[in-house]
C-alpha cells in the first residue's frame, strides 16, 4: 500500500498544482524545517471567512513539497478556524505513510507555516 502512496506523493512533487505566488493574498507565510533548512511559503486568499485560493513557493524535500501540494488543495474552501484545528494525525492520514521523526517534521512544515500566518493574519484583527 506504501508503493501507491508513495506514487501519488512523486506525482504531487513533480507536477504540483498549486504551485507559484498569488497576487495581493490576505495571508502570506514562510517557515523554514530548522532541521534541513528547506523552506515554504505559502499564499491564501479569503473570501468571507473562507480559503478560497492557495498557492505556494519552496525549497525542500518530496514529502516537504507534496504535502503543500495535497494540502494547498485541501485548505480550499476551509475557514482559519477549521485549518488552525487541524491536527499532525490528519495530516499523517492524507498522506498514508509511516514516516520517522524526522520526516514526521518534513510533512508538518507546510501546516505550520499556514497556522504561523493565520495567527500573524488574526492579531492584526483583519476581517475578510
Ligand atoms: Fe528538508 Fe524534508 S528534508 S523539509
Known amino acids: 500500500m506504501d508503493e501507491l502512496y508513495r506514487e501519488v506523493l512523486l506525482e504531487h512533487y513533480k507536477n504540483p498544482q ?9 495571508i502570506v507565510q514562510k517557515d523554514s524545517n530548522p532541521l534541513c533548512g528547506d ?4 499564499y491564501l486568499r479569503l ?14 524535500c518530496v514529502i516537504c513539497m507534496a504535502t503543500s501540494d495535497i494540502l494547498s488543495e485541501k485548505f480550499k474552501g476551509m475557514s482559519l478556524d477549521e485549518i488552525q ?7 499523517l492520514d ?22 504561523k500566518g493565520i495567527i500573524e493574519f488574526k492579531s492584526k484583527g483583519e476581517k475578510k
Do not use: W, Y
Not at 18 to 26: E, Q, T, V
Not at 85 to 91: A, K, L
Not at 94 to 115: D, S
Open 18 to 26: 498549486n504551485s507559484g505566488k498569488l497576487i495581493n493574498p490576505d
Open 39 to 42: 523552506v515554504v511559503e505559502f
Open 47 to 60: 473570501k468571507e471567512g473562507k480559503v478560497t485560493e492557495v498557492s505556494f513557493e519552496g525549497k525542500g
Open 85 to 91: 484545528s487541524m491536527q499532525r494525525e490528519e495530516v
Open 94 to 115: 492524507i498522506l498514508g505513510l509511516n514516516l520517522t521523526h524526522t520526516r514526521v517534521k518534513c510533512a508538518m512544515l507546510p501546516l505550520v507555516a499556514v497556522k
